[in-house]
C-alpha cells in the first residue's frame, strides 16, 4: 500500500511539473511586455497563462513562502501538448539572484526573456502610470518626481552596501529611478541562467516587430511564418484618463475577465479602442525639463556604459540607439 502511495504521489508530481512554465518573460515593466506576451501567446506551440502576470514567485522579494506549485500550474491547465507554456512577470527582474534562484529550483533551466527600454522614457512612463494608479498626487509633475527620487538615492545605494538597490524596499519615488539600472540585475539573473536569457528592446519590439518576432521564434526554435503578414498591436501602453471612476471599472473589468480576453484578442482591442476614445487624455505634465533629463542622463550614463559592455560580450549586435552611442 506504501508503495503505491509513493507512486501516485510521484505520478502526480511529475504531472503536475508538466504544466508548469518554461518560458517567462521576467522584465521590465513599461517596456512592451504585454505586447510581447499577446503575440508569443497567439503561436500555436505556446500556451500564455491564463492572466499575464502571475508574479507566483514574487513573495521570494519579500522573504514570504510561494503557494503550492499546484497553484502555479493551473495558470496553465490549457496547456496540451503544445511545447512553451509562458508567463510574464515583469517584476520577476528586480527580485535579482534569489528569485532567479527560487525559479531554477522549481522549474529547471527555462527560458528567461528580458525586454528594455531606454531607461529615462521608461522612467517617465512609470511616473505616468503610477499617478494614474494614484500613489502620486494628481497635481504631481515629472520634474518634481524626478527630483525627489534623486535625493533619495544616496541614501539607497547606502542601504544597498553595494548590491542592487532593493526596489521593493524603496519609496515609489526611488523604485522608478533605480528599474533602470538594469546590470545591476541582470548579472545576478546571468548567474544563475547562463545560457538560456534572451534580451530585446523595447523600441525595436514598437518599430519592427515581425523581425524580433522571427528572431525569437528562431531561439525558441518555433515556427517563424505565423508571424508573416501579421497585424501587430501595441497592448497597454500608458495613457492618461480623463474621468478616475471609469478607469477603476475599466481596471476592474479588465482584472476580473483576463482569461476571457486573452482567449478573444480581436475582442479585447475592440474593447480597448472604445475606451480609449471615451477616457484617454492628452496632456503634457509627463515632460521632463532639458535640466532634469540632463540630471538623469549624469546618473544612467554609467549604467548604459556597463550594459552595452555586458551585452556586446555576450554577442548582441545592433543595439538600440541609446546603447550604441554609450561610450
Known amino acids: 500500500m506504501q508503495i503505491q502511495t509513493s507512486l501516485t504521489e510521484a505520478g502526480e508530481t511529475a504531472k503536475t511539473q508538466n504544466r508548469l512554465a518554461n518560458l517567462i518573460i521576467a522584465g521590465v515593466n513599461k517596456a512592451a511586455t504585454t505586447s510581447l506576451y499577446t503575440y508569443l501567446a497567439g503561436h500555436p506551440e505556446v500556451c500564455g497563462s491564463s492572466i499575464k502576470e502571475t508574479n507566483y514567485f514574487m513573495p521570494v522579494a519579500y522573504g514570504k513562502p510561494l503557494p503550492a506549485l499546484e497553484t502555479y500550474a493551473e495558470y496553465f491547465h490549457s496547456s496540451g501538448e503544445r511545447r512553451y507554456r509562458m508567463e510574464a512577470s515583469p517584476r520577476y527582474i528586480f527580485g535579482g539572484g534569489k528569485l532567479a534562484e ?195 542622463e549624469k546618473v544612467y550614463g554609467p549604467y548604459n556604459q556597463k550594459l552595452k559592455r555586458m551585452l556586446c560580450q555576450k554577442g548582441y549586435v545592433n543595439l538600440p540607439g541609446w546603447l550604441s552611442k554609450s561610450a
Open 102 to 296: 527560487t525559479i531554477r529550483q522549481n522549474l529547471g533551466p527555462v527560458r528567461i526573456i528580458f525586454v528594455l527600454r531606454q531607461p529615462i522614457t521608461r522612467l517617465v512612463s512609470y511616473f505616468n502610470h503610477v499617478k494614474n494608479s494614484g500613489e502620486l498626487p494628481k497635481e504631481a509633475s515629472c520634474d518634481e518626481y524626478v527630483g525627489r527620487a534623486l535625493a533619495e538615492l544616496p541614501g539607497a545605494m547606502d542601504r544597498a552596501k553595494g548590491k542592487p538597490v532593493d526596489v521593493y524596499r524603496e519609496s515609489v519615488f526611488l523604485r522608478g529611478l533605480a528599474q533602470g539600472f538594469y546590470t545591476d540585475y541582470l548579472e545576478e539573473w546571468y548567474s544563475v541562467f547562463p545560457d538560456t536569457i534572451r534580451i530585446y528592446f523595447f523600441e525595436s519590439l514598437t518599430k519592427d516587430p515581425g523581425s524580433v518576432m522571427e528572431d525569437l521564434c528562431t531561439w525558441l526554435e518555433i515556427d517563424p511564418s505565423v508571424y508573416r503578414n501579421s497585424e501587430f498591436s501595441w497592448e497597454n501602453r500608458t495613457m492618461k484618463h480623463r474621468s478616475r471612476k471609469i478607469q477603476l471599472i475599466g481596471d476592474f473589468i479588465n482584472k476580473k475577465w483576463e482569461p476571457f480576453w486573452r482567449r478573444h484578442t480581436k475582442i479585447k482591442s475592440f474593447a480597448r479602442d472604445i475606451y480609449c476614445r471615451i477616457n484617454e487624455k492628452h496632456s503634457d505634465d509627463g515632460q521632463l525639463s532639458p535640466a532634469r533629463r540632463a540630471d538623469l
